[in-house]
């Protein structure tokens, strides 16, 4: 279970939000969401008790101020309760009832005005505990500790209702516990969207861009942050997304754009340059340092080696008894005899 504790100074704000539909949705969206996901958008709230309270939230504003009243030094007399079942965990109205009692006393709540009510438009269905911290006796509930004692409340439950064990804050945990990995879906969807915005994408302003297609609103300064459509801010280092990184990310992406427009160029470069050197080789003819120093020139040893076997392949047989002739033999005797003619008898 994952629950949540705040304090507030309106009773009435507080009272609409849990018995009112949220109102950013048209009665048709309503109809329309509920078919789609079989949740009940339309008249999420039921009441699952009132204690010492009634009526509706007009009526219920107006009791929790007037007993508030005997108490003027509290400035946050709203304690706001929400309780909600980790996913696949199922629970019935009364077990809901139930922990709603439950929580109402660990909050000192269980002589003071309260009401919990259960909403059914989430997957996760969950309770909300409104109360009055000021008592008819004029005692407040105290507020100290909550987040820890919130905690303590749910490992509680969940081992009495046998659901799933869920880690607490992690400030709540021992040394030992804290090593254990957490998943948060929240920030889960928020690493696999910045993947995905990035894929492809070369500036910043581009990417930008992109998260805010996705629904993100980006905060960037020393570094970045995301906030959802929830109003969940979170920054881009706790997903592996530090500003930093994006912006390493940015520049590969760029540098592998550049290259890929020029890589035709180069590979017909490379080839024509391949050629001439084996060409050289294969004549004998030294190959221009230029040719040596590019990292896809072939090096004389290799472009030799070519040229002796492309050589011995171009033979022609010869017989074992000598019969047979060598041209490539006769026309370097030729040109042997040629060159010494010319050094002998000099013009």
């Known amino acids: 279970m994952i629950g949540k504790v705040t304090t507030g100074a309106s009773f009435y704000h507080c009272i609409s939000y849990c018995l009112e539909d949220k109102r950013k949705l048209s009665d048709e969206q309503k109809e329309q969401l509920s078919l789609q996901e079989g949740l009940q958008h339309k008249g999420r709230a039921e009441i699952l008790e009132y204690n010492r309270c009634f009526g509706d939230k007009q009526e219920l504003t107006e009791q929790f101020r007037d007993v508030r009243k005997l108490s003027k030094r ?3 007399p709203v304690m706001h ?19 709603g009692r439950v929580a109402a006393k660990e909050f000192g709540l269980e002589d003071h005005q309260y009401i919990c009510v259960l909403h059914k438009d989430t997957k996760q269905p969950h309770i909300h505990v409104v109360g009055n911290r000021v008592g008819y006796d004029g005692k407040v509930a105290s507020d100290s500790n909550s987040y820890a004692r919130m905690a303590a409340l749910c490992r509680r439950l969940e081992k009495e209702y046998d659901l799933k064990q869920v880690l607490s804050p992690r400030r709540f945990l021992s040394p030992k516990e804290r090593q254990i990995p957490r998943q948060d879906q929240r920030k889960e969807q928020l690493k696999a969207d910045i993947k995905q915005a990035l894929q492809g994408a070369r500036t910043y302003q581009d990417f930008e861009k992109r998260m805010q297609n996705k629904g993100y609103l980006v905060d960037k300064g020393r570094g970045i942050a995301f906030m959802d459509n929830k109003k ?12 930093q990184t994006i912006e390493q990310v940015l520049a590969q992406n760029e540098q592998k754009k550049r290259l890929s427009s020029t890589q035709p160029k180069e590979k017909t470069q490379q080839r024509e340059m391949a050629r001439k050197t084996v060409t050289r080789a294969m004549h004998h003819q030294p190959i221009p340092v230029e040719e040596k120093t590019i990292g896809f020139a072939i090096s004389d040893q290799i472009a030799h080696g070519i040229s002796n076997v492309l050589h011995e392949m171009l033979k022609p047989e010869i017989s074992p008894a000598g019969g047979g002739r060598n041209p490539w033999a006769e026309e370097e005797e030729w040109r042997r005899r040629k060159k010494k003619k010319g050094q002998s008898h000099p013009r």
């Open 74 to 76: 509290v400035e946050k």
């Open 232 to 243: 969940v801010r979170t920054k881009g280092s706790e997903v592996g997304y530090s500003l």
């Open 81 to 99: 309760l929400s309780i909600r079942a980790a996913p696949g965990d199922q629970l019935t109205t009364e077990q809901w009832r139930e922990i």
